[in-house]
């Protein structure tokens, strides 16, 4: 980065911020706020009155933190300075009056009010036609669609998306309760975290006003709790508790329900078991890291959401080598948002491989078919001769198919090449076994075990 212009700076992160929030909540807190000076260890951002630095401090730090650091590559201190005329700088002060601070959490909670729906906390991009579905996740988008659609039926009530960090499940989460409410299918809906969930049912203890936080539970249409796992840490038996009644109640009135996980509810330690037999009522919906096809155009989306133009060798560079998840893959692409932004150059190769070096990991090798013919073929206990030979043993179908797969998934050999390196079969041969593969994935835990296990080493 070449300099960094503070206003700029600022203005490239309040872009991104303005996707993390409701458009109510950014205008009222952000747009009178510009940066104003940045340096190797601090960056300091102008607020209009004390009341908007503390909310700063206390609501939004966080984000800002994490978008500031994404934008400069570096953690930096954040500082909020009060602009008084065109010249005084004061800092914000960290233990502003209690009066200060009760009447902001005052506000928040009338925004609240008992009988109005909480779906003011969603990101106003996390919509499903912001989403991009791949074989990754096409079954849970599909059930997002049809809760949208029918909600409170039993077939998917609830619904429980589970999958690794940075998926996607908060996305789809989210996308449901914008859906739901821009077509009218629900009246009232609620989307919290878990640790939300958790910590307004401790402060309805401390206040006495546990009938309250039931009756804000459990008069809505529309549940949507995020990140279950939370119920699991710690000593919550008396959240878990009163979750179980919430959602007894909810499902006998036929609301829907909607969950999300980072494991499958009968793997979480410390959710009771009444709980997990609860989820496993309605339709449980996986999210796998996505595949390169879907990386590629998680990659194409994002740049041209946000104006950033790159050349198809700057995706396949990305895509190869950010296979996690979506979020790095997008923090990818903000990274290079904010270098083209503040150097005013255009994104080649060579300039994408220098502002990631130090983001995305570099491949510690190639790995090419006759690695995963290798691998699979110890995998399965048979020989790599087997696995282009034309026998058709049952063990040595599985075998050729499961390299095939990974062959189609790992490199981007075509189907050609593929189908040549075993025993020169055809490219409808390739495409049979992969589809033969997926379908077997949607039931068969133990083939995923058996790739997993075969990526592994080859890693």
Same mark, same amino acid.
């Given at each position: 980065?070449?300099?960094?212009?503070?206003?700029?700076?600022?203005?490239?992160?309040?872009?991104?911020?303005?996707?993390?929030?409701?458009?109510?909540?950014?205008?009222?807190?952000?747009?009178?706020?510009?940066?104003?000076?940045?340096?190797?260890?601090?960056?300091?951002?102008?607020?209009?009155?004390?009341?908007?630095?503390?909310?700063?401090?206390?609501?939004?730090?966080?984000?800002?933190?994490?978008?500031?650091?994404?934008?400069?590559?570096?953690?930096?201190?954040?500082?909020?300075?009060?602009?008084?005329?065109?010249?005084?700088?004061?800092?914000?002060?960290?233990?502003?009056?209690?009066?200060?601070?009760?009447?902001?959490?005052?506000?928040?909670?009338?925004?609240?009010?008992?009988?109005?729906?909480?779906?003011?906390?969603?990101?106003?991009?996390?919509?499903?036609?912001?989403?991009?579905?791949?074989?990754?996740?096409?079954?849970?988008?599909?059930?997002?669609?049809?809760?949208?659609?029918?909600?409170?039926?039993?077939?998917?009530?609830?619904?429980?998306?589970?999958?690794?960090?940075?998926?996607?499940?908060?996305?789809?989460?989210?996308?449901?309760?914008?859906?739901?409410?821009?077509?009218?299918?629900?009246?009232?809906?609620?989307?919290?975290?878990?640790?939300?969930?958790y910590n307004e049912f401790i402060e309805s203890i401390q206040e006495k006003k546990t009938k309250e936080f039931a009756q804000t539970y459990r008069n809505v249409d529309l549940l949507i709790v995020d990140d279950i796992q939370f119920f699991c840490k710690g000593h919550k038996d008396r959240t878990q508790e009163e979750f179980f009644h919430t959602f007894d109640v909810l499902r006998q009135k036929g609301k829907?329900?909607?969950?999300?996980?980072?494991?499958?509810?009968?793997?979480?330690?410390?959710?009771?078991?009444?709980?997990?037999?609860?989820?496993?009522?309605?339709?449980?919906?996986?999210?796998?890291?996505?595949?390169?096809?879907?990386?590629?155009?998680? *990659? !194409?989306?994002?740049? +041209? =959401?946000?104006?950033? @133009? $790159? %050349?198809?060798?700057?995706?396949?560079?990305?895509?190869?080598?950010?296979?996690?998840?979506?979020?790095?893959?997008?923090?990818?692409?903000?990274?290079?948002?904010?270098?083209?932004?503040?150097?005013?150059?255009?994104?080649?190769?060579?300039?994408?491989?220098?502002?990631?070096?130090?983001?995305?990991?570099?491949?510690?090798?190639?790995?090419?078919?006759?690695?995963?013919?290798?691998?699979?073929?110890?995998?399965?206990?048979?020989?790599?001769?087997?696995?282009?030979?034309?026998?058709?043993?049952?063990?040595?179908?599985?075998?050729?198919?499961?390299?095939?797969?990974?062959?189609?998934?790992?490199?981007?050999?075509?189907?050609?090449?593929?189908?040549?390196?075993?025993?020169?079969?055809?490219?409808?041969?390739?495409?049979?076994?992969?589809?033969?593969?997926?379908?077997?994935?949607?039931?068969?835990?133990? *083939? !995923?075990?058996?790739? +997993? =296990?075969?990526?592994? @080493? $080859? %890693?």
């Amino acid at each position: 980065m070449k300099q960094e212009d503070p206003a700029q700076l600022w203005s490239v992160c309040l872009s991104e911020l303005r996707g993390m929030m409701p458009a109510q909540t950014f205008a009222t807190w952000f747009e009178r706020t510009r940066g104003h000076n940045v340096t190797p260890e601090k960056f300091t951002i102008e607020v209009p009155n004390p009341f908007s630095g503390e909310r700063m401090l206390k609501r939004f730090h966080d984000k800002i933190s994490q978008v500031v650091t994404t934008q400069l590559g570096r953690q930096v201190v954040i500082d909020y300075h009060i602009f008084e005329g065109n010249s005084q700088i004061i800092p914000v002060l960290t233990d502003l009056p209690s009066y200060v601070t009760d009447r902001a959490d005052r506000a928040d909670r009338e925004q609240l009010a008992a009988g109005e729906a909480e779906t003011d906390n969603l990101y106003d991009n996390y919509t499903f036609e912001n989403f991009v579905v791949g074989e990754c996740n096409d079954f849970a988008h599909a059930a997002s669609l049809a809760v949208v659609k029918s909600p409170g039926q039993q077939t998917f009530n609830p619904l429980v998306i589970y999958g690794g960090v940075g998926l996607g499940k908060t996305h789809l989460a989210q996308a449901i309760a914008h859906e739901s409410k821009r077509l009218g299918t629900v009246d009232r809906s609620r989307y919290v975290t878990s640790e939300i969930f958790y910590n307004e049912f401790i402060e309805s203890i401390q206040e006495k006003k546990t009938k309250e936080f039931a009756q804000t539970y459990r008069n809505v249409d529309l549940l949507i709790v995020d990140d279950i796992q939370f119920f699991c840490k710690g000593h919550k038996d008396r959240t878990q508790e009163e979750f179980f009644h919430t959602f007894d109640v909810l499902r006998q009135k036929g609301k829907q329900i909607v969950l999300t996980s980072d494991r499958i509810p009968k793997e979480l330690s410390g959710l009771e078991e009444r709980l997990v037999s609860r989820f496993e009522w309605g339709l449980l919906a996986d999210m796998k890291p996505p595949d390169y096809e879907t990386r590629e155009a998680i *990659l !194409q989306k994002k740049a +041209d =959401k946000d104006g950033l @133009s $790159l %050349s198809p060798d700057v995706i396949a560079y990305i895509a190869d080598r950010v296979a996690s998840n979506i979020r790095e893959l997008e923090g990818a692409v903000l990274s290079l948002l904010a270098y083209a932004s503040l150097s005013h150059c255009d994104i080649t190769i060579e300039v994408a491989k220098r502002v990631l070096s130090n983001k995305i990991r570099r491949k510690q090798r190639s790995v090419g078919m006759e690695d995963i013919q290798k691998a699979a073929a110890g995998h399965y206990g048979v020989s790599v001769e087997d696995l282009a030979a034309k026998t058709r043993k049952k063990h040595v179908v599985a075998a050729r198919q499961a390299a095939m797969y990974l062959c189609r998934d790992m490199t981007r050999a075509s189907l050609k090449d593929i189908g040549a390196v075993f025993g020169k079969r055809d490219h409808t041969t390739v495409i049979h076994a992969c589809q033969t593969v997926k379908k077997l994935l949607l039931h068969d835990e133990s *083939l !995923q075990e058996d790739l +997993d =296990k075969i990526r592994n @080493s $080859l %890693s």
